[in-house]
């Protein structure tokens, strides 16, 4: 079975400060994502990876940075957290084209 | 770009009712996934959708594809509680350097005993 874990379930952290959420696959799969997911919104996709440091901005990348320095992990980075990205976040990873999602991270800024 | 547009947003339904769930999406596609997401859990894949008039079914659960519309339904026969959930349709859009998946906002079913 495909594995994705994710390092935190639940954190909280203040404005301003600078938030790493860690996503790891144990499938050797090429391609991974995060996606912020809001009430009404849907899922919405923040960066992707293709490769090993290769990124690409997904719809809402502001705000946000990424790190690919080995292909199992996927880092997502909040240089400054503010209160509007409170949200779940959620990494998944695929090979072709189908994504196999992480538990996910809800994450409050206060 | 590719926009999908999911319908309703919210689902409150009976024991023993049928009811659809739709997805309509703006683009030609290759292909369309639904994915079922718990309270507090991730997003499970349960059908990928791979040409016109497609159909999957598992357990009350039955989808289709009709590339034609650019629609995809799930059907929902006789629910029971077990199905309450929120349901995403998410489909392949062939955009950039790699395959991207864009969802729908997801419908919150709520089954009712």
């Known amino acids: 079975d495909v594995k994705v874990t994710q390092s935190s379930r639940y954190l909280v952290k203040r404005t301003g400060e600078k938030v790493f959420l860690e996503c790891v696959q144990d499938m050797d799969h090429e391609n991974m994502f995060w996606y912020r997911q809001d009430p009404g919104l849907g899922l919405r996709l923040i960066y992707f990876s293709y490769d090993v440091k290769m990124k690409e901005k997904g719809d809402i990348p502001e705000g946000y940075s990424v790190s690919r320095e080995k292909k199992e992990r996927f880092s997502l980075i909040l240089e400054s957290a503010s209160t509007n990205q409170t949200s779940m976040y959620l990494c998944?990873?695929?090979?072709?084209?189908?994504?196999?999602f992480g538990p996910g991270t809800r994450l409050t800024v206060t | 770009e590719l926009k999908v547009e999911q319908n309703p947003l919210f689902l409150s339904m009976q024991e023993g009712k049928n009811y659809t769930i739709y997805c309509n999406y703006s683009t030609t596609s290759d292909r369309l996934y639904w994915y079922r997401q718990d309270p507090g859990k991730s997003l499970e894949s349960l059908f990928v959708l791979l040409s016109n008039g497609a159909v999957k079914q598992e357990g009350r659960l039955m989808a289709s594809l009709d590339t034609k519309a650019r629609l995809s339904t799930l059907h929902i026969t006789a629910a029971v509680h077990d199905l309450s959930a929120t349901y995403f349709c998410?489909?392949?859009?062939?955009?950039?350097?790699?395959?991207?998946?864009?969802f729908g906002t997801g419908t919150l079913l709520a089954v009712q005993p």
């Open positions: 998944a990873s695929s090979y072709g084209y189908e994504q196999y």
């Open positions: 998410a489909v392949v859009w062939n955009g950039g350097a790699t395959n991207k998946l864009i």
